[in-house]
């Protein structure tokens, strides 16, 4: 009779419960490997949460770099009108000239949008703004990696030198953003650098036979000169710059899209995963209620014997006690 209520209450628990793993001890194996799963559940949703943060980093700069290729094509099509005398006189080149400083506080204000309390286009240096009132560039040259899978790491941000310069290795600033960044990823132990300080350090040397660098808010303001004085020439000359500005933004742009794709594709490979985990989980832990309900009737047919028969076997009657 004890053992039979022992496995009444062990069925009664699994059919409340609806699992047949309640404690380690009904499968030591089985309840190895439903640890195993949650936890690899826990780390694909930390995962997923820094995927969908890159993805957010990465469509908000996406649309931060869509207004700035807006920019130089207005500054474009300004530079194409007001290129020859046919075409424009001080008046209209004076007019414009405003509407060029405008497209000059926009670009400023682009290139300081922010995602929460972080900048886009600092790089590490992301709690301030990464470009002052002139156009000068305060961030750093450091990329943000998240790891978005086990092993998988992706960049969540594009540092501003990058956008904001058609050749960034060969511009002016260079080694003062090189050493910057070096400052902010400097290694406890020197003698073993870090990766993104060996990269940094190397971007430190200058490159040969390289293209001259084009800087988007000294076109900008090299276009408002010359509206202002009215050199046609120096207006002229943005054109080709203008151009290359605006295949540099569009190669970034491109890039970012790819960044974007991978990160989707990771994040639903981890929804796959996910639901495989839980069908394994599932498979060993959840109990067959169809089973469950057919042994408890069963236990019970076998308890109420076991009492039938214990009833003929002791009779606690007083009649019986006085014989």
Do not use: C, W
Request: glycine fraction near 6%.
């Amino acid at each position: 009779m004890t053992r039979s209520k022992s496995r009444m209450d062990d069925l009664q628990l699994k059919n409340s419960t609806l699992k047949k793993l309640n404690k380690p001890s009904d499968d030591p194996v089985g309840s190895a490997k439903i640890l195993e799963v949650r936890t690899d559940k826990v780390n694909n949703e930390q995962f997923q949460s820094n995927a969908k943060l890159a993805q957010a980093f990465l469509e908000n700069t996406d649309a931060a770099l869509e207004d700035l290729s807006e920019i130089v094509m207005r500054a474009k099509e300004i530079a194409i009108g007001q290129s020859s005398s046919a075409s424009s006189t001080k008046e209209t080149r004076l007019g414009v000239s405003e509407e060029v400083n405008q497209l000059f506080q926009r670009a400023i204000a682009t290139s300081n949008r922010r995602v929460g309390d972080r900048f886009l286009f600092g790089g590490y240096k992301n709690t301030t703004n990464p470009v002052d009132s002139d156009g000068n560039y305060h961030g750093d040259a450091g990329e943000m990696m998240v790891e978005i899978g086990r092993e998988v790491f992706i960049g969540m941000n594009i540092p501003g030198h990058q956008i904001f310069n058609t050749n960034p290795e060969n511009s002016t600033d260079q080694r003062e953003l090189n050493q910057r960044t070096l400052d902010q990823t400097k290694p406890l132990d020197d003698k073993k650098p870090d990766p993104v300080r060996r990269l940094a350090t190397e971007g430190m040397e200058e490159k040969s036979g390289a293209s001259p660098n084009v800087n988007l808010f000294e076109e900008l303001k090299s276009l408002r000169i010359g509206l202002l004085t009215g050199d046609q020439s120096t207006i002229r000359g943005t054109l080709e710059r203008f151009d290359d500005l605006l295949g540099k933004v569009v190669s970034t742009r491109s890039k970012i899209g790819s960044r974007v794709q991978g990160i989707q594709g990771n994040i639903n490979t981890m929804d796959r995963h996910n639901i495989a985990n839980a069908q394994l989980s599932s498979s060993i832990e959840d109990a067959d209620m169809t089973q469950i309900v057919s042994d408890l009737a069963k236990e019970e047919t076998v308890f109420k014997s076991s009492l039938a028969s214990s009833k003929h076997l002791i009779q606690p009657t007083l009649l019986d006690f006085l014989r």
